[in-house]
């Protein structure tokens, strides 16, 4: 009885704790390594630009180099494995990694002037050695279970927008936890360790998966009469080279958003890590929402690289939409201020509101961009076999747009344009996006011109 249940056990139950646990623990991570380089740089600022900088590009290495190897691999579980234990192994090491590098770094750095040349360089090596090892397994493993889930090409879109969906979940859930209670109850060292420790619960979980007789027939005949989105018209080169485009300057104008965001919400909420969570949170609920709506399947008649297109002209119409609203924040958290007494008691109540707030001011552009990289996937793929190559391609051309979009927009056109020029430099890129894929999408033209 019990091998006759694990014969038709669904991947995706175990895949989707995996993921969700993942999920939550990377973002863990980032806050403790921001946390861990800002005592060491005494510049907070650095801190969160170099860690982000260089979690993000290890997320996109891992994705052009994993993925293809997801391809070549005959259990997607075991390769996912392997590189949750290198994280693991990773985390438990990193206080004394750290201890190493610092020593190191401190001595080189000791006559070097702290705003020179020379000195950013030996920051930037530091936080090389220090994140990105990790991050470059982190950005192997959703090629990894997609390796292990996917039964056809029609429902790897189903597949990599729930794994987004639920990964981008436990994002929100990590970024909570990190700002909430790991660091004011365990501080830095033991948080690591607490992490570390979840985190095996996760390499457990995956060693499990690995030797499992999934039985993936039944998958597949329980999905067949599933409604899937109509196909995605052949992918010319016109249409390859829009959607590597389409993802990388989307990805850009995402973190472009959020910067403006969390400036102009840390007017009123302030810069605590209190208030950075509830912001990051935010950003990450909706985008969360977007990939959880594609996959349900919104729009079925909708081909995914049409939909895509009009995704982009939905961010910039949601972000048009939200504008008038941004001057009013202020006033409302003045009034909430006075409606709750600042104690220990209505900490937590307050919080929430806080949370609400910034979810409502982003959702409608937020869900949008969480619509963009699940249909992108869809629609440059054209077959099962070399899915881990093409999700790798679009999820490193999405996180090198993070990556440069998040240094462009905090260092250049922040100081040079502000807030409001950049969300009208965002505004454009998202309907020069909308506007060239429409052109593109045969089905349009189609509807257009009969």
Same mark, same amino acid.
């Given at each position: ?31 403790? &390594?921001?946390?861990? /380089? ?40 075991? /390769?996912?494995? +392997? ?14 990694? +750290? ?62 927008? &729930? ?26 060292? @033991? ?29 597949? @005949? ?34 472009? +958003?959020?910067?403006? &965001?969390?400036?102009?919400?840390? /007017? ?28 349900? @399947? ?153």
């Amino acid at each position: 009885m019990i091998s006759r249940r694990i014969g038709i056990l669904h991947p995706q139950h175990i895949i989707s704790i995996l993921f969700l646990i993942s999920g939550a623990i990377g973002l863990v991570y980032e806050t403790l &390594w921001a946390k861990y /380089l800002s005592h060491l740089l005494g510049n907070t600022a650095h801190a969160h630009t170099f860690v982000l900088a260089f979690f993000l590009g290890g997320l996109a290495i891992g994705y052009i180099l994993l993925g293809p190897l997801s391809d070549k691999t005959k259990n997607g579980f075991r /390769l996912y494995a +392997y590189l949750e234990a290198f994280i693991v192994l990773f985390a438990f090491a990193f206080p004394s990694i +750290y201890d190493f590098c610092s020593a190191i770094f401190i001595d080189l750095v000791k006559d070097i002037p702290a705003n020179s040349a020379t000195y950013i360089v030996y920051e930037f090596a530091l936080t090389a050695v220090l994140i990105l090892p990790p991050t470059i397994c982190m950005g192997g493993t959703l090629p990894a279970l997609i390796k292990a889930i996917r039964s056809s090409i029609e429902q790897a879109e189903k597949d990599i927008s &729930w794994l987004y969906f639920i990964n981008s979940a436990g994002a929100v859930i990590g970024t909570l936890i990190a700002g909430f209670y790991l660091l004011p109850e365990f501080g830095l060292k @033991q948080s690591m360790y607490v992490a570390g420790a979840v985190n095996g619960l996760v390499l457990i979980l995956a060693f499990i998966g690995s030797f499992l007789p999934f039985d993936y027939t039944s998958r597949t @005949q329980s999905n067949a009469s599933a409604t899937l989105r109509v196909a995605s018209p052949p992918l010319t080169k016109n249409r390859y080279t829009y959607l590597l485009f389409g993802v990388f300057f989307s990805g850009a104008v995402a973190l472009l +958003y959020e910067i403006v &965001w969390i400036r102009l919400l840390s /007017l009123t909420l302030g810069s605590s890590t209190y208030a950075f969570s509830i912001m990051l949170a935010a950003f990450i609920g909706g985008i969360a929402c977007g990939s959880f709506l594609i996959n349900r @399947q919104i729009f079925p008649r909708i081909d995914a690289f049409t939909l895509f297109a009009l995704s982009q002209l939905g961010i910039a119409f949601s972000i048009v939409l939200s504008l008038p609203y941004y001057e009013k924040i202020p006033y409302f958290f003045v009034k909430l201020n006075f409606i709750f007494v600042r104690s220990e008691d209505t900490f937590l109540i307050y919080s929430a509101l806080q949370f609400l707030t910034c979810l409502v001011l982003m959702f409608l552009p937020t869900l949008c961009l969480g619509m963009t990289l699940p249909l992108a996937t869809r629609a440059i793929s054209d077959s099962v076999e070399n899915l881990g190559k093409q999700v790798g391609h679009i999820f490193s051309a999405n996180t090198a747009g993070n990556l440069i979009g998040a240094a462009l927009t905090g260092i250049v056109l922040m100081p040079a344009l502000g807030m409001q020029r950049v969300i009208e430099l965002g505004l454009i890129i998202n309907l020069a996006l909308a506007v060239i894929g429409l052109l593109l999408s045969p089905t349009i033209k189609k509807k257009t011109f009969g």
